[in-house]
């Protein structure tokens, strides 16, 4: 495997912070397996810019040696990775069988006619991004949703989902 130069391995979208912590998380691993970082570089440009852009995972895999398209399997293959742009508050709705049992479809087109939208689609303020997902773990605390893919909230009726979405626009920026 041949080795990357500085040069190529800084262009792109992504900020000197990026590459830094892209360099932490290649020496978890053994240098002639620094593919195994893809996962992690690919969180890590998606908590920079919000979503993973083409640019972005092309800047991955000139950093860790790969073709783009392998990158890009990666980033296809997890629903975790954004690829397009989302609201500021990403709200994954669990629209699996049990959620289902418990309201969970219910809870996902309230929310969508609260906020004028369709399931998978941004509030025009660029606020909120609202998507159904698969089944989050939490199913005795149907239904769930996970807040910007980091904090999962449960028993979501429409008072509680009423009460999330005034929380999260006064924590707007």
Request: with cysteine; proline share 4%; charged share 20%.
């Given at each position: 495997?041949?080795?990357i130069s500085t040069s190529t391995a800084r262009t792109g979208p992504l900020s000197e912070a990026a590459y830094a912590r892209f360099a932490r998380e290649v020496?978890?691993?053994?240098?002639?397996?620094?593919?195994?970082?893809?996962?992690?570089?690919?969180?890590?440009?998606q908590?920079?810019?919000?979503?993973?852009?083409?640019?972005?995972?092309?800047?991955?895999?000139?950093?860790?040696?790969?073709?783009p398209i392998a990158v890009r399997e990666v980033t296809t293959f997890y629903n975790m990775y954004n690829q397009q742009p989302v609201g500021q508050f990403k709200l994954n709705v669990c629209t699996n069988l049990p959620c289902q049992l418990r309201n969970g479809q219910a809870a996902?087109?309230?929310?969508?006619?609260?906020?004028?939208?369709?399931?998978?689609?941004?509030?025009p303020d660029g606020l909120f991004?609202?998507?159904?997902?698969?089944?989050?773990?939490?199913?005795?605390?149907?239904?769930?949703?996970?807040?910007?893919?980091?904090?999962?909230?449960?028993?979501?009726?429409?008072?509680?989902?009423?009460?999330?979405?005034d929380t999260l626009k006064a924590q707007a920026q």
């Open positions: 495997m041949s080795s020496a978890k691993y053994p240098a002639d397996q620094k593919q195994s970082a893809v996962m992690a570089c690919l969180s890590i440009a908590q920079e810019q919000g979503w993973v852009s083409a640019d972005s995972e092309a800047a991955i895999a000139a950093y860790l040696g790969m073709a996902l087109e309230y929310l969508c006619a609260k906020l004028g939208i369709e399931p998978g689609a941004t509030t991004t609202v998507q159904p997902c698969e089944c989050l773990g939490a199913c005795a605390d149907a239904p769930v949703m996970l807040v910007n893919d980091r904090q999962m909230v449960s028993l979501m009726s429409h008072d509680r989902l009423d009460d999330l979405v």
